[in-house]
């Protein structure tokens, strides 16, 4: 059981601070010095300030080295909010108030451009006085070995040290900042229940900043982490489980969500099967139908042309009218490449893996036809021949680069048409009802 608690036990119960209670007596305790590593004892008092909170003082001394610390710890937890004390100090008097700053408290004083940082000293009970004493003794600590080696600093760190000590004098105003993010801190206002108009509370919601220093983490901040799986959908690799289309073995679709620049986002998906080695992609638009269809024309001029990305959905057909052919909008499904290498799977597709390029569906005619598509294909690919290639997506998903944006590409048309009932009833649109019908 710990000392806090055993107070308590025994009904030692946190009392009003008083000079004249006889009763209010501390806890001593043995502890280990850690400047001459003997024992020495510790004091602790528990006890609370008026108006304020509960709080425990401890203080250290050892009868071998005569080494002494006193600090304050708050006895609640942190609060929901920070506080930040602002004092006029005008007075003699107001050097008397009653100030406890905790480690999380940071202290300044603007007219001196004086700060005392966070977390840079331990909590301490005292008063405006014994504040500024206590930064004047930090200041002096080193004083000696400062004149020695570079007597220009110590120098001007006596005249800061002598204005700080006139502070106390009180010969002019100066203003005194308590800002704490735990919300521990406190000064004392002696004309309670009466207002201070010296005085100013102001409590103020935390910072992500200031939870990370206090090392705590609030709800808000747990709450907003779903809105951030977008984010995380475009900065990493999802994978997930599923099956090879050619071996039914267990393998691994890894999906990205792409930003295409002066286009629109997509969901690029590549499957790799290491049983079979079987490899698989597609592309999915991000986006929804779009109210027009768009027709894309792109005249080829130069084999660079060859390297230009292409997207082309799963809706999308493809044309050559100089080879009067028309490639239909599910045939490759969605890809994400480049010219040549939508131009590389058609003749796959028209070519290398046509069912009627061997076996008994082979004709001499069909074969020798077939073969000049595709060294047509090839002459394409290699900038010999001067065509057309067209993108006809009635959904408006698909996108050719356009090598001079942001100005208009010379070579390159884009059209957008109103969709027929055809294309409407191809893509499922013409049954689809958007409005009203939750309604019976």
């Known amino acids: 059981m710990s000392v806090i608690e055993e107070e308590r036990v025994r009904g030692g119960v946190f009392k009003d601070i008083n000079a004249e209670d006889e009763d209010q007596q501390p806890t001593v305790i043995e502890s280990l010095c850690m400047n001459c590593y003997e024992n020495g004892s510790t004091r602790l008092l528990l006890t609370k300030i008026p108006f304020f909170k ?17 600090e304050i710890q708050s006895a609640g937890r942190i609060q929901e909010q920070g506080v930040l004390y602002t004092l006029q100090v005008k007075s003699k008097g107001d050097m008397n108030r009653e100030i406890v700053k905790s480690d999380s408290a940071s202290a300044r004083i603007p007219q001196l451009d004086f700060e005392i940082p966070a977390f840079s000293q331990k909590g301490s009970l005292s008063t405006i006085e014994g504040l500024l004493d206590r930064a004047v003794a930090g200041l002096e600590q080193d004083q000696p070995i400062r004149k020695a080696t570079d007597p220009a600093v ?21 203003t005194l900042i308590i800002d704490d993010p735990s919300g521990n801190s406190f000064i004392e ?67 990205k969500l792409v930003q295409i620049p002066h286009f629109k986002e997509v969901i690029i998906m590549a499957t790799n099967c290491d049983s079979c080695g079987h490899r698989t992609n597609e592309v999915k638009s991000g986006g929804a139908t779009e109210e027009l269809g768009t027709k894309i024309t792109l005249h080829l001029t130069d ?18 009218p100089e080879l009067e052919f028309e490639l239909g909008m599910a045939a490759l499904g969605g890809k994400f490449t480049t010219l040549e290498g939508i131009l590389k799977d058609i003749k796959d597709l028209i070519v290398s893996k046509n069912p009627f390029m061997c076996g008994d569906s082979s004709t001499a005619d069909r074969a020798q036809k077939l073969e000049l598509f595709g060294r047509k294909i090839d002459e394409i690919i290699a900038g010999e021949m001067d065509v057309h290639i067209i993108l006809d997506d009635p959904a408006g998903n698909s996108y050719l680069q356009n090598v001079y944006a942001p100005d208009p ?29 939750a309604e019976k």
Not at 303 to 320: A, F, H, N
């Open 54 to 70: 509960e709080i425990i003082i401890s203080s250290f001394s050892c009868p071998h080295c005569n080494w002494t610390n006193t």
């Open 154 to 174: 110590a120098e001007k760190i006596e005249e800061f040290i002598e204005r700080l000590k006139k502070l106390k004098d009180v010969e002019e105003e100066f």
């Open 189 to 255: 206002n002696p004309f309670v229940p009466q207002k201070d108009t010296a005085l100013t509370v102001t409590h103020y919601k935390r910072t992500p900043e200031h939870n990370a220093a206090l090392g705590i983490e609030t709800e808000e901040e747990d709450e907003e982490k779903p809105s951030n799986d977008l984010d995380t959908m475009r900065n990493e690799v999802l994978v997930f489980n599923t099956n090879c289309p050619e071996c039914n073995a267990p393998a691994n679709t890894n999906m």
């Open 303 to 320: 084999p660079s042309d060859m390297s230009r990305d292409l997207l082309k959905s799963e809706t999308c057909g493809v044309l050559i």
């Open 409 to 437: 590409d010379p070579e390159m048309k884009i059209e957008k048409y109103t969709r027929t009932f055809e294309q409407n009833e191809d893509l499922g649109l013409n049954d689809m009802k958007t409005e009203g019908y």
